[in-house]
């Protein structure tokens, strides 16, 4: 087997290991486009599994420092871990910018560092656009979409992702001693405190709870909006991602939040909600 094929490889494993939200939404892609997608969501999971390990502080941001070297290896031609060797066909064929995947890297040391603790609503914002935002423009450069509205809908959709992830992993994130909810909320709804599990444990979350699911809901509006002016056969991928995501919180909406256990879609459930994609874009 040659390296190419082992970093393929290595970095499907990865996938379907992973047992993501977004598979269903990458199966729907042509082969290339499909093992792009594999490679850039494996770097972010390799990422991700990093700043949430059991590791020192200091041993994960050298990592991730390594990860950074790695990039600009990358971007030189000249690869040496699995996933980036993955990284390199796409990142040539699809013309893939080499500031995405270093916003990536900065959102997830922001986790690393374990100093997100009631950020302030720019902050928050900012670490949405790292996280979340910079994978949707590295997705829609792979899927073919491009333009202002192209970018406001991976942008918007990137935002309203990421706040559905923070309100499913509540009680997750406090035991991990992390509070992603905005400081500015707390404090409108009269939370002062910032130990995560005393402020999920405080009557008037439900209010923060509330602002959050509200703001979720207007960025997915915002990335409806601006796909009235995209290729929509060209972003079926991420039409399959909004649907995932919007049904996820309509369930998180129903649930009394924090809820005290993960809430997740079933397998045949997303593949309904791929499957409905598919079928209503088709010409």
Same mark, same amino acid.
């Given at each position: ?13 990865? =996938? ?6 977004? !598979? ?62 993955? +990284?390199?066909?796409? =990142?040539?064929? !699809? ?12 959102? &997830?040391?922001? @986790? ?14 900012? !670490? ?6 910079? &994978? ?6 792979? !899927? ?50 910032? @130990?995560?599990?005393? &402020? ?21 509006? @915002? ?33 009394? +939040? ?6 997740? +879609?079933?397998? +045949? ?15």
């Amino acid at each position: 087997m040659s390296l190419q094929a082992e970093a393929e490889a290595h970095v499907l494993d990865i =996938v379907r290991r992973a047992r993501s939200s977004f !598979y269903w939404s990458m199966r729907l892609l042509p082969g290339e486009k499909r093992r792009a997608m594999y490679a850039i969501y494996a770097y972010c999971r390799e990422l991700d599994d990093i700043a949430d390990g059991d590791l020192p502080r200091t041993e994960k941001l050298a990592r991730l420092e390594g990860w950074r070297r790695e990039i600009t290896a990358l971007y030189a031609g000249s690869p040496t871990h699995p996933i980036a060797i993955a +990284l390199a066909g796409p =990142v040539a064929r !699809y013309r893939l910018d080499r500031r995405w995947f270093e916003e990536i890297l900065t959102g &997830v040391r922001m @986790d690393a560092t374990g100093d997100i603790l009631a950020p302030s609503l720019l902050e928050l914002q900012l !670490y949405c656009r790292r996280v979340a935002g910079a &994978v949707g423009m590295l997705s829609i450069a792979v !899927y073919g979409a491009s333009g202002k509205a192209a970018a406001g809908f991976a942008l918007a959709l990137g935002d309203a992702v990421q706040l559905t992830n923070i309100l499913r992993d509540l009680r997750e994130d406090a035991a991990d001693g992390r509070l992603y909810l905005s400081a500015d909320m707390l404090e409108a709804a009269g939370i002062h405190m910032r @130990d995560p599990d005393a &402020v999920l444990d405080h009557p008037a979350i439900v209010r923060v709870c509330a602002a959050m699911i509200d703001w979720a809901e207007q960025r997915y509006a @915002d990335a409806e909006d601006a796909l009235r002016d995209c290729d929509r056969q060209a972003l079926r991928p991420a039409i399959v991602i909004l649907a995932t995501y919007k049904r996820l919180l309509d369930r998180l909406k129903q649930a009394e +939040l924090p809820a005290p256990q993960r809430i997740r +879609l079933g397998r +045949l459930e997303k593949i309904v909600i791929a499957l409905r994609a598919g079928l209503t874009l088709k010409p």
